[in-house]
């Protein structure tokens, strides 16, 4: 991050020694770059009279335009200048951010002794907030093949991509939030980080983040670096190569890589990782799952000839394959038409995963709504009564002309009643709430990570207090060991990916008149939350830990020579897994022992044996179950018959909903469900099942996270906790004489 020009608002407050309270150096984003909807780093410096006590406040807009504070923890002054860090997330693209500070014992409603404000979304501004189809790409050291090749793409259409180089042997990340807004980081063999960025970043790649790291001769410092820790393949050795061949593989018409010196490499083990370029005998990249994101490792440096000096389209193609990124170009011609589409008569322009996901919150059955066309054929109605009819009747049946002023009022109020007594039917119910869990393990790093979806309905005007932490009945020893502590939970407005109504990414930022509320210091309540009558708020909360001990999962399995899978599992959770199946390669694997061929519950302490199993098509059972809803032993249709079905976005089924968002890529993308994935993207595992990965998916009946509105639990009307387990699977061996594997052709093709 760099220093960005800031806006002062108001004027220095000046204390009684006449030492003025400023605020300097402030930072947000890398070089000022963010997503809007994502957390960003900020960083500033306090100075002012020695021994004062202030308390340092976020504000920005969520998607609403209203605007939020997030209290930081309070700090003592002193003679100086004070280093404050925090995170914060805007809701809108065009939202500025503002920072302020109070006394230690104001009130947040009053005018803070001191405030700057950072404008984002305006020509010159100093920030730089892109959407959620936007890559946010970092190097730590420079990486001029990058900076050419994904600058490339930004020559037909600006803004799809941001590349930040941060300075080696300075760059400290506060933590893996800190990285929300990235979407790759890439890194030499020998960068020097200290131990609480190495963890930070780790932390990152658990959530799904991308690191490339680009060994060349470095293997010996990578192996002395704090990411060694952790990194899920290392170097074994150090060779020279002299073909580059397997990079043309990986970009269809590039011209060909030539090198007429050897280039110092680092030597790999094919079976410590997926191999995604191949030289004659060695791999050039492997890439290895976890949590999960996933690592890279290319043998060679990204920044020596002839990469460096390959042509800018070829090196941006290859930089997004070994990011395992989407071409961008593409993103945006979708993002194009969906906002097109949003743009028409949809009241409820879908075109994101979130968005139906958000829809699925606020279908209460009990409020049982007229729907929008029904709503304008109402008003059709009155206009023809007071235009038409009531021009008959007051002309040739009263033969009272004049009477149309008074007939006109008349119409109007009996519109009027009917509406209000309609209304009070309708809406007039008790309040209830909907929440949706997605419940992540990963045996491999011990990690525990949990994103829940909570709607709630209110049935009058009111603010509220909405608290989250994490179920400690269900979270006990029995999942992440005795000797973890319980982890905090944070809580946060529902992200809204569109250009409609509600959307993140419409014209306008902070709105000053709209009600504000607050997030606690340790972000797990929501103080104030304003609620209109018959209306629903929607939040999300997640929370994560590292359990001191193995996880409750049991499994031993590997790959047959057939590239099939084999092997059992056993899991002592606190709960049983239901409506389950496992999911490895192009593969579903399914309990069939129960009645009708439906799979048994997975109970605790029960062994599951995949010589018992049943086997299907992995896209075609996903398409079968995400159209029916249920799990069952029928077979499914042939390929050619479910490419022609159509997915239903207007449907809001959880379920269904987090299945679609677990295999995205797998289902087709956007090409299967005409739905973007810019917000939940991080939650599809598809590219884990082809990096050793198998992962069982299913639902628990119990929630892993509670939820309160002004400290009570509401009644729940629909509550959908679905559970994927990360399972590692051992691959079969390899040797460097047999033909190419699967890996390889998949990635060739």
Not at 20 to 44: C, H, L, M, W, Y
Request: charged letters at 20%; aromatic letters at 6%; hydrophobic letters at 40%.
């Amino acid at each position: 991050m760099v220093c960005v020009c800031v806006i002062l608002l108001s004027r220095a407050a000046v204390h009684a020694d006449g030492t003025p309270i400023k605020i300097t150096n402030a930072r947000v984003g890398f070089d000022g770059s963010f997503k809007v909807g994502r957390q960003a780093p900020v960083e500033f410096e306090i100075t002012g009279p020695e021994g004062k006590t202030v308390v340092p406040v976020l504000r920005a807009a969520d998607p609403d335009g209203r605007p939020t504070q997030q209290p930081l923890p309070a700090v003592t002054l002193s003679s100086s200048p004070k280093k404050v860090q925090g995170l914060v997330r805007s809701g809108r693209l065009d939202g500025s951010i503002q920072i302020q500070i109070f006394d230690e014992t104001a009130d947040l409603n009053q005018a803070p002794l001191h405030q700057t404000t950072l404008r984002a979304g305006v020509s010159g501004a100093p920030l730089t907030s892109l959407r959620l189809t936007s890559q946010l790409w970092l190097t730590i050291g420079k990486q001029p093949m990058l900076q050419k090749g994904l600058e490339r793409w930004n020559h037909g259409r600006a803004g799809l991509v941001r590349l930040v180089e941060l300075p080696d042997g300075e760059t400290t990340f506060s933590s893996g939030e800190a990285l929300d807004s990235v979407d790759a980081l890439v890194v030499n063999g020998d960068v020097i980080l200290n131990e609480n960025t190495s963890h930070a970043i780790r932390d990152w790649v658990k959530q799904g983040g991308r690191l490339v790291v680009a060994v060349g001769d470095a293997s010996s410092s990578l192996k002395e670096s704090p990411l060694a820790e952790w990194l899920p393949a290392l170097p074994t050795g150090r060779l020279d190569l002299t073909k580059l061949s397997g990079f043309n593989d990986l970009v269809p018409r590039s011209s060909t890589l030539r090198t007429l010196t050897t280039l110092p490499a680092a030597r790999f083990e094919r079976n410590s990782g997926t191999t995604i370029a191949s030289g004659l005998a060695e791999p050039l990249a492997i890439r290895a799952a976890y949590g999960r994101g996933y690592v890279t490792m290319v043998a060679i440096r990204l920044d020596v000839p002839p990469l460096l000096n390959w042509e800018p389209e070829s090196q941006g193609a290859l930089a997004a394959v070994l990011a395992g990124l989407p071409n961008p170009v593409d993103i945006s011609a979708a993002a194009t038409a969906r906002s097109e589409a949003a743009s028409e008569l949809n009241p409820a322009a879908v075109t994101d995963l979130q968005i139906q996901l958000n829809h699925s919150l606020d279908h209460f059955a009990a409020v049982n709504r007229p729907s929008h066309w029904q709503v304008m054929g109402w008003i059709a109605l009155f206009a023809l009564v007071i235009g038409p009819l009531d021009y008959y009747l007051v002309t040739y049946v009263l033969k009272r002309p004049e009477w149309t002023w008074g007939t006109l009022v008349a119409w109007s109020l009996l519109a009027a009643f009917l509406a209000t007594s309609l209304g009070d039917r309708l809406n007039q119910k008790e309040a209830v709430s909907r929440q949706i869990d997605m419940l992540d393990l990963d045996p491999a790093t011990r990690s525990v990570a949990v994103r829940s979806w909570f709607g709630f309905y209110s049935n009058q005007s009111q603010r509220v207090q909405v608290a989250s932490e994490p179920n400690a009945a269900l979270i006990d020893s029995a999942l992440i060991g005795s000797s973890s502590a319980i982890p905090p939970s944070q809580i946060s407005w529902v992200t809204r990916p569109s250009e409609g109504f509600r959307g993140m990414y419409r014209s306008g930022g902070m709105n000053d008149a709209q009600p504000m509320y607050r997030f606690s210091t340790n972000r797990a309540e929501i103080e104030n939350l304003p609620l209109e009558v018959w209306s629903s708020g929607s939040v999300e909360s997640g929370w994560k830990v590292t359990s001191n001990e193995d996880l409750p999962v049991q499994a031993d399995l590997h790959v047959t020579g057939i590239n099939r899978l084999a092997g059992t599992i056993q899991l002592n959770l606190p709960v049983d897994v239901t409506d389950w199946f496992l999911a490895y390669g192009n593969f579903a694997y399914f309990d069939r022992t129960g009645p009708g061929g439906e799979p048994m519950p997975l109970s605790s302490g029960t062994t599951w044996n995949l010589a018992n199993a049943g086997s299907n098509l992995l896209r075609g059972r996903l398409v079968t179950l995400i159209e029916k809803g249920t799990i069952s032993g029928e077979g499914v249709e042939p390929d050619s018959e479910l490419s022609r079905r159509a997915y239903d976005s207007q449907q809001v089924d959880p379920f269904r909903i987090g299945m679609t968002v677990s295999f995205y890529k797998l289902l087709g993308g956007e090409g299967y469900t005409k739905l973007q994935n810019q917000s939940l993207n991080r939650f599809d595992v598809s590219e884990l099942l082809d990096l050793n990965r198998a992962v069982l998916f299913g639902r628990i009946k119990e929630s892993p996270t509670t939820i309160t509105v002004d400290g009570k639990k509401l009644p729940i009307e629909n509550q959908t906790s679905l559970i994927r387990i990360m399972i590692p699977v051992k691959p079969a061996e390899r040797s460097s004489d047999a033909p190419p594997t699967k890996d390889i052709l998949d990635y060739r093709r």
